[in-house]
């Protein structure tokens, strides 16, 4: 079984946990994730079976987006409302005042990642020292935010709809937003709604796969993995050069330099490089 199922993620489920029950229902140990999301968020999740797992870390580089639930005069050790609370005022803003400071905050930014994250320090993850009291030195990392509106209002939780890059904390960027306001804020809530090209139009839930299992259907919930590529231009091989591409070995190919599906006689191939004339390979796909 090989190809890439877009699950919606429901809220208390880690990704881990969601890729263990999928290895259970069907029956595939090469499964991973494109794209951590925290416990208490939901939504767009894709899931690497089989032979596509190869492409994992082209959905992890891919930009995301979010709803984001904002509430103000609240800060936690987590940054969201699932954490113990530090500061508690009561103190909100304005949909005025908030909507004022969101450009500061689009483009191009150095975010600290929170204690409680995967990234590692010392070979430990932050989260681990977090839960033991600890405080790490981190380094701020540059992330993009493309796109940061907000999209919602009920007077006491704003909701914010967040286009960013890879490595974006939006827990972070909304601390970071109730510290520059001066009221403090946490995150409320978190649904990705895209992952790449992927949305929630292409999502399934981990009952429907369930139910796909049990009647022996779960393989026609599987999108193909060059469905992951579908914006790149297409580019096609005789059965000559699909046995050079097989075999790992770059080959003149005519044609204007650039990243390109590639297919052959027996299918989808290989993410290919064109640089100079020479076709070469960035990441095979095919079975061996």
Not at 72 to 88: H, M, N, P, S, Y
Not at 172 to 185: K, R, Y
Not at 208 to 228: K, N, W
Request: hydrophobic residues 40%; aromatic residues 6%; glycine residues 12%.
């Amino acid at each position: 079984m090989n190809g890439i199922i877009i699950i919606d993620k429901p809220s208390g489920w880690t990704s881990h946990d969601v890729v263990s029950k999928l290895r259970g229902l069907l029956r595939e140990r090469r499964i991973g994730h494109g794209g951590t999301l925290d416990p208490m968020a939901t939504g767009v999740l894709p899931v690497f079976v089989g032979r596509a797992t190869r492409a994992v870390e082209f959905c992890e580089s891919a930009e995301k987006e979010y709803l984001a639930g904002m509430r103000f005069g609240l800060t936690t050790d987590t940054q969201d409302i699932t954490g113990r609370v530090l500061t508690e005022s009561g103190s909100s803003v304005t949909a005025g005042e908030l909507e004022a400071v969101l450009p500061r905050f689009t483009g191009e930014l150095e975010q600290l990642p929170p204690m409680y994250s995967a990234v590692k320090v010392g070979g430990k993850k932050l989260y681990e020292l977090a839960r033991r009291g600890m405080e790490a030195e981190r380094k701020p990392r540059a992330v993009t935010i493309r796109t940061l509106e907000l999209t919602g209002w009920d007077g006491k939780d704003a909701l914010l709809r967040v286009v960013c890059s890879k490595g974006t904390y939006v827990r972070t960027l909304i601390h970071d937003i109730g510290e520059d306001l001066g009221c403090g804020a946490a995150m409320s809530s978190l649904r990705r709604t895209r992952a790449g090209s992927f949305t929630l139009a292409d999502a399934r839930t981990l009952e429907e796969v369930e139910a796909a299992s049990q009647s022996g259907t779960a393989d026609l919930l599987l999108r193909p993995v060059d469905s992951l590529f579908a914006a790149l231009p297409r580019l096609t091989v005789t059965e000559e050069g699909e046995k050079r591409i097989r075999n790992g070995v770059a080959f003149p190919y005519p044609g204007k330099d650039g990243t390109y599906r590639v297919y052959g006689p027996g299918g989808f191939l290989m993410l290919g490089r064109l640089a100079s004339g020479v076709l070469s390979t960035i990441k095979s796909f095919f079975e061996v």
